[in-house]
């Protein structure tokens, strides 16, 4: 026999509605926030620098990837800053290195844009999705409250 406080929940609303909700906005925020990305091949000189964008420039003898606040560029030279870490018997130092590279001396140079289009077609989509598999189990008798 149950006590009068442990009776069951014959409401028929699910305990799980509430985490329910907050995994489909988690989902739909990761969505948001991966978004769609490509890389463009330019030459240095069809390149505005000022328009702050994540680049990737190669040189003869380095790589950098540079995000916008690590460079800028005045006068036909980029002017980057970044960090080099020395170990040295077990510690390991930080400190900031500015270069100065002449545009002439930039053999490549890739720029990381963000698709808008895609992010916003794959968004959509997997709302649309999730739409229909929600109509899918509310429509059916799956046990399943929304």
Known sequence: MLSETARP?????????G????????IFSMLNIVGCYY???MNPEEY?????DNIQVTTKDTTYSLIAKDYYY??????????KVIEKNDYKVKYKITS???????EELEIEKTDVT??????????????AVIVNFAMGDYGIDF
């Open 100 to 106: 100065k590279i002449p545009v002439k001396d930039i």
């Open 9 to 17: 929940d014959n409401s028929g609303k699910s305990r799980f509605a």
């Open 48 to 52: 505005n620098f000022a328009d702050g």
């Open 74 to 83: 005045d006068k036909d030279t980029l002017f980057v800053t970044s960090i």
């Open 19 to 26: 985490k329910k909700i907050i995994i489909y906005l988690t």
């Open 118 to 131: 895609a992010t916003t077609w794959i968004v959509a989509g997997v709302v649309l999705i999730a739409a």
């Open 39 to 41: 890389q463009q091949q």
